[in-house]
Structure formats: structure tokens, C-alpha cells
């Protein structure tokens, strides 16, 4: 593997065992549930409203990647249409030529 993947692997790790801890953390603290339901509504909001910039930048990149890929995949395809084309003209010359050389006139 690459260390960028294993640098966003270990990111992501890093993220959900924060998220799992604070939840579990809130979940099992002693206070009644109605207590604990409006914390863990606070933190995800709280965690919403901090990272929605990041998820929005991450998606943004995600969708120029996509993008890009995309204008690669269609700029290849041109070019085995254009060489199917080619070798195909390139028959047809060659099967005009032998048949104008046993044409009888």
C-alpha cells in the first residue's frame, strides 16, 4: 500500500474511534437518558457544524477527481475509435488495392 492510503486509513481511524468514544461516553455516563440524548444531540451538532467544512472541501476534490477521471476515460475512448477507424480504412484501402489489380477490363 501507499502511505497516503495508509496516512487516510489511519485518519479515518482515528475519527471514528473519537466519534465511538464520545458516543459511548455520553451513552454510559450516569445522568438520566433524556440527559445524555440532548448531550449526544449537542456533540453531533457540534461535530456537524465543525467538520462540515471539511466534508464539503473533501467532496468537492472528490467530485474534480471524478471529473478528471471521467475526461481521461472519454479521452482514451476517442483514441480506439479513432484507431478501430484507422485500421479499418486502412483494410479497406488495402482490399481496394487487390481487387483494382484483378479487375479485368
Given at each position: 500500500?501507499s502511505?497516503?492510503?495508509?496516512?487516510?486509513?489511519?485518519?479515518?481511524?482515528?475519527?471514528?474511534?473519537?466519534?465511538?468514544?464520545?458516543?459511548?461516553?455520553?451513552?454510559?455516563?450516569p445522568k438520566?437518558?433524556?440527559?445524555?440524548c440532548k448531550?449526544?444531540?449537542?456533540?453531533v451538532e457540534?461535530?456537524?457544524?465543525?467538520?462540515?467544512p471539511?466534508?464539503?472541501?473533501a467532496?468537492?476534490h472528490?467530485?474534480?477527481s471524478?471529473?478528471l477521471?471521467?475526461?481521461?476515460?472519454e479521452k482514451?475512448?476517442?483514441?480506439?475509435a479513432?484507431?478501430?477507424k484507422?485500421?479499418k480504412l486502412e483494410?479497406a484501402?488495402?482490399?481496394?488495392?487487390?481487387?483494382?489489380d484483378?479487375?479485368?477490363?
Open positions: 500500500m502511505k497516503k492510503n495508509d496516512s487516510a486509513d489511519f485518519g479515518i481511524g482515528v475519527i471514528a474511534g473519537v466519534i465511538g468514544g464520545l458516543v459511548a461516553g455520553v451513552l454510559l455516563a438520566k437518558g433524556e440527559d445524555s448531550d449526544l444531540k449537542n456533540i457540534n461535530l456537524v457544524e465543525t467538520q462540515a471539511r466534508v464539503k472541501n467532496k468537492k472528490a467530485l474534480e471524478i471529473d477521471v471521467k475526461f481521461k476515460v482514451k475512448m476517442k483514441s480506439f479513432n484507431a478501430i484507422s485500421d483494410k484501402k488495402r482490399l481496394e488495392e487487390l481487387n483494382n484483378y479487375d479485368i477490363e
